[in-house]
């Protein structure tokens, strides 16, 4: 097993500081995540964009990015739920994730992420349930 970092972790990593350096400037975090989804290509785009859109019409949640990638923050500033794109880690499906802040626990065993590759009218609505329940 190799203990050395891919190139796509290093940027990553790199992406965070950035961002916690942006963040204690007072950075337009929002606009940092709208740069980022624009940047996206293909499906990664379109999900990034209908995930933003359902977000911010369903939920309280802020914008912002994590390690580059679309995320969305509760008013401790905790992420709650995040995109990360399939083409930046060269892998067939793009994940919608949610952090430990999330409201979904469900017994001893829930799931925390999804791997997508489309989103329907059906999965756009499961979605919205999760999102909500993630910020009740």
Same mark, same amino acid.
């Given at each position: 097993?190799?203990?050395? $970092? ?7 990593m790199r992406a965070?500081a950035?961002?916690a ?12 995540c709208?740069?980022a ?11 990034a964009?209908?995930?933003h ?10 914008a ?20 990360q794109?399939?083409?930046?880690f ?7 994730g949610?952090?430990p ?12 992420? $999804? ?13 919205v ?8």
């Amino acid at each position: 097993m190799s203990t050395t $970092f891919s190139k796509e972790e290093k940027a990553a990593m790199r992406a965070a500081a950035a961002e916690a350096k942006a963040a204690k400037v007072g950075a337009d975090l929002e606009a940092a995540c709208l740069a980022a989804i624009a940047e996206k290509t293909g499906t990664d785009k379109e999900l990034a964009q209908t995930l933003h859109q359902l977000v911010k019409r369903h939920t309280t949640l802020g914008a912002k990015t994590w390690y580059g990638m679309p995320a969305y923050i509760n008013t401790d500033g905790k992420v709650v739920v995040f995109f990360q794109c399939a083409a930046k880690f060269k892998v067939r499906y793009a994940t919608i994730g949610f952090q430990p802040d999330a409201n979904l626990d469900e017994g001893n065993f829930w799931p925390s992420s $999804f791997a997508v590759t489309k989103l329907t009218a059906a999965d756009q609505k499961r979605l919205v349930e999760l999102l909500k329940r993630a910020v009740s």
